[in-house]
């Protein structure tokens, strides 16, 4: 089953726009991951928020965790067409039989228009 | 430093047939793991490993068989292709367990159809 559901499953904007991504998840997490994917290309990490945290900043982008909510957003500011690409949250457990997996969402399909 | 490298790219196999995906990581990292990936599906987990010699079962186990004889090598073996196995394939492996917080690092895929 799906932990990560992430809302919208696509979005279109315009270079110099925000984009902003949503993650939602159904039981407790030890932290969040984002990570991106170039068409044809395998996942690369963009930034992790552990349960305790609320904020993450590194660079253009920004994670917010509201576990009270269970959700996650991710905001990328002033996009650009380089930044087109799928986004998926994952999220991690700790302890039992989930050591050393994360558990994806299906992903965000974002395109930034030049 | 070539991350976590897999073979092949791409991969045509007839229904019954059998094959092995192969993946190596020269990070020295202690966990590895399979994930399919499919549309609308986001990456499942097949197998994964917490260390040579130990594996275990994801969320998508059946049809696949992996092994862990060394710290670098993970393959993924089909025992007998099914049209359902048609997916991308991806290995993935980092430093300790990423549901504590450590960064997955991916390889670059397998495009596998099964026909």
């Known amino acids: 089953s799906q932990q990560g559901e992430e809302d919208p499953q696509a979005l279109s904007i315009q270079e110099g726009e925000n984009a902003t991504m949503n993650c939602s998840y159904k039981t407790s997490i030890n932290n969040l991951q984002w990570y991106r994917q170039n068409s044809g290309r395998g996942l690369v990490h963009l930034i992790l928020?552990?349960?305790?945290?609320r904020e993450k900043h590194s660079g253009r982008l920004r994670v917010t965790l509201d576990t009270s909510k269970k959700s996650s957003s991710l905001l990328i500011t002033a996009s650009r067409a380089a930044d087109t690409a799928s986004y998926f949250c994952?999220?991690?457990?700790?302890?039992?039989?989930?050591?050393?997996?994360?558990?994806f969402g299906q992903g965000t399909i974002l395109t930034v228009h030049p | 430093n070539a991350g976590v490298t897999q073979t092949p790219k791409f991969q045509v196999l007839k229904t019954g047939q059998s094959m092995t995906l192969q993946c190596a990581q020269d990070?020295?990292?202690?966990?590895m793991s399979w994930y399919r990936q499919d549309p609308g599906m986001g990456l499942r987990l097949i197998h994964y490993s917490v260390g040579a010699g130990i594996t275990d079962q994801g969320e998508v186990p059946n049809g696949y068989n992996v092994s862990r004889s060394t710290t670098e090598d993970f393959p993924l073996r089909l025992l007998s292709a099914a049209p359902s196995q048609t997916s991308v394939y991806f290995c993935?492996?980092?430093?300790?367990?990423?549901?504590?917080?450590?960064?997955?690092?991916f390889g670059e895929g397998s495009w596998l159809t099964v026909v």
């Open positions: 928020i552990r349960s305790n945290e």
């Open positions: 994952a999220t991690g457990h700790a302890g039992g039989t989930s050591y050393g997996k994360l558990t």
């Open positions: 990070m020295n990292h202690e966990y």
């Open positions: 993935a492996s980092s430093y300790s367990t990423a549901s504590s917080g450590n960064t997955i690092y």
